[in-house]
């Protein structure tokens, strides 16, 4: 079995149930909007929801991806940045717990959080405090971190920094590896268009986007996305939400169906799909095979709230597999 490495803003995600939207028209955030904030506010948020049914957990897109992975009894490990605070030593501990192996470097700033605050509607507002995760660099990136790794996993969220990007993928090509890429959002690919069409044509074998991403990536509506990313990687992934997905590689299309499910949050839906369809790819299952585990993943994990299922749901998803 092959083994994949995901890099990316290492969070820390903390879950937090509203009982209505007041707090939400407290601290002026917009319904279902993702903020940047300072580490104030988000302690601020943390505090003023003392009481609230809350969870915790390792997060960050590659990062949900990887632990996906893991939980279907893959082989994978995860390179991120840290603070040297409790949340970094929870990120560190959560990680090898799951069985994934963690490059963390440690940063100035503390440790990156993510807070999801899901209305009675199940609507997430996110006030993200980045941290030590962008302190990721260029320099941090060795090639001992990628040389036991058939596939890097990266989230496009990191196309904010060009130079840890290009390092990455030379280290990944040079140690003869694929290299995988969630487009995370369409408003990162608009604002980073020309350097990820350079960058997926020179260096990219497999990509993910949904409807959102494609259509920012290509200007275009999902099959004539998915024909136009297929053109210039090994295999395109382009996921329509309540319609399933779409799969190509050279002139073979799957089109695969979602599971039905009973939706409480889609938090991490597009990162888990991912992890069901690297975890085909590397034990060398079909393409449309890929997708019906991306599916399940996908369709479990938004019957619960965050990104992180039970060991039974992932017993569960094994035995459909």
């Not at 998915?226 to 399933?244: F, P, Q, R, Y």
């Not at 169906?257 to 369809?277: E, H, N, R, Y």
Request: glycine residues 8%; aromatic residues 8%; hydrophobic residues 40%.
């Amino acid at each position: 079995m092959d083994k994949v490495i995901g890099l990316g803003n290492a969070l820390v995600d903390i879950m937090i149930q509203l009982p209505d939207d007041s707090t939400l028209e407290k601290f002026s955030l917009k319904k279902g909007s993702m903020q940047l904030s300072e580490i104030d506010f988000a302690a601020e948020i943390n505090n003023a929801t003392n009481g609230f049914e809350k969870s915790q957990s390792s997060g960050g897109s590659a990062a949900n991806t990887i632990h996906g992975i893991a939980s279907l009894g893959g082989n994978a490990g995860y390179i991120g940045k840290v603070g040297n605070d409790e949340f970094g030593e929870f990120f560190s501990r959560d990680m090898k717990e799951h069985n994934i192996e963690p490059f963390l470097l440690k940063g100035q700033n503390e440790t990156g959080r993510a807070m999801a605050l899901i209305s009675p509607d199940s609507e997430r507002t996110f006030a993200t405090y980045l941290g030590a995760a962008i302190e990721l660099n260029d320099n941090d990136l060795t090639n001992d971190q990628f040389k036991d790794y058939a596939i890097l996993h990266i989230e496009g969220y990191l196309a904010l920094n060009h130079d840890l990007m290009l390092k990455a993928a030379e280290l990944a090509k040079a140690n003869n590896m694929k290299i995988s890429i969630d487009m995370a959002s369409f408003n990162v690919v608009e604002d980073n268009l020309e350097f990820l069409k350079d960058y997926i044509r020179n260096y990219v074998d497999i990509i993910f986007a949904n409807e959102e991403e494609s259509k920012a990536f290509t200007g275009k509506e999902p099959e004539e996305s998915l024909n136009e990313m297929a053109k210039i990687c090994e295999i395109a992934v382009v996921k329509i939400g309540s319609k399933g997905s779409l799969v190509k590689s050279k002139e073979q299309i799957h089109r695969i169906d979602p599971i039905k499910v009973s939706p409480i949050d889609t938090t991490g839906a597009g990162d888990l799909f991912a992890s069901g369809f690297l975890y085909g790819l590397t034990n060398n299952m079909t393409l449309d095979k890929c997708g019906k585990i991306g599916s399940i993943c996908a369709g479990k994990v938004i019957e619960i709230i965050g990104s992180k299922m039970s060991a039974n749901t992932w017993e569960q998803i094994k035995n459909e597999i």
